[in-house]
Antibody
Framework: EVQLVESGGALVQPGGSLRLSCAAS????????MSWVRQAPGKGLEWVAN????????YYVDSVKGRFTISRDNAKNSLYLQMNSLRAEDTAVYYC?????????????????WGQGTLVTVSS | AIRITQSPSSLSASTGDRVTITCRAS??????LAWYQQKPGKAPKLLIY???TLQSGVPSRFSGSGSGTDFTLTISCLQSEDFATYYC?????????FGGGTKVEIK
């Protein structure tokens, strides 16, 4: 069974840092682009970042550029999101998600499956 | 960034109704559009990709159409398990962007 399990969400003060993890199983992790998507409480979905299979390409939404870093460890079947200089507006459930199909060259793809999400709250 | 305008933001419908949700992109995105269903407290679930291709395991009462800038998700005969929030997503260019969502509620 394909599974994605996020962890690392917490309450953090503005200006603080946090590292999210996503453990993948049931598929060949190293063959897929992976993304982070977030959802603020009661709001819609916002794509945050994605990373190519060999880490040679990474893309970010403008609002997190310079503050967030996406990374992966294919040997550990794991995806990460390092979040620095956190702001109140970063408060959200963070989901990791996989490109639906193998062989996507650009990372521009529909996402399936998704993990269950981990909650990040930025507040003093 | 490509803006996706989704409408309506909410609708009330009854079991058995035909429901239509639309997404309009701020520029042409070919057929690079997906539809997701999200239930409260759960992760989004992919329903349709490439504007009209049904994801494996998704009931055939769901269908998608459109290309360029205008897209439609249709639920032909609403079932109780379909009451949820629906999102469209463009993957034509970065940043990937989502519509604002449509909440389908019980009338």
């Amino acid at each position: 069974e394909v599974q994605l399990v996020e962890s690392g969400g917490a309450l953090v003060q503005p200006g603080g840092s946090l590292r999210l993890s996503c453990a993948a199983s049931g598929f060949t992790f190293s063959s897929y682009w992976m993304s982070w998507v977030r959802q603020a409480p009661g709001k819609g979905l916002e794509w945050v970042a994605n990373i190519k299979q060999d880490v040679s390409e990474k893309y970010y939404v403008d609002s997190v550029k310079g503050r967030f870093t996406i990374s992966r460890d294919n040997a550990k079947n794991s995806l990460y999101l390092q979040m620095n200089s956190l702001r109140a507006e970063d408060t959200a459930v963070y989901y990791c998600a996989r490109d639906r199909s193998l062989g996507v060259l650009s990372g521009k793809s529909e996402l399936d499956p998704w993990g269950q999400g981990t909650l990040v709250t930025v507040s003093s | 960034a490509i803006r996706i305008t989704q409408s309506p933001s909410s609708l009330s419908a009854s079991t058995g109704d035909r429901v239509t949700i639309t997404c309009r992109a701020s520029q042409g995105i070919s057929s690079s559009l997906a539809w997701y269903q999200q239930k409260p407290g759960k992760a989004p679930k992919l329903l349709i990709y490439a504007a009209s291709t049904l994801q494996s395991g998704v009931p055939s009462r769901f269908s998608g159409s459109g290309s360029g800038t205008d897209f439609t998700l249709t639920i032909s005969c609403l079932q109780s398990e379909d009451f949820a929030t629906y999102y469209c997503q463009q993957y034509y260019s970065y940043p990937l962007t989502f519509g604002g969502g449509t909440k389908v509620e019980i009338k």
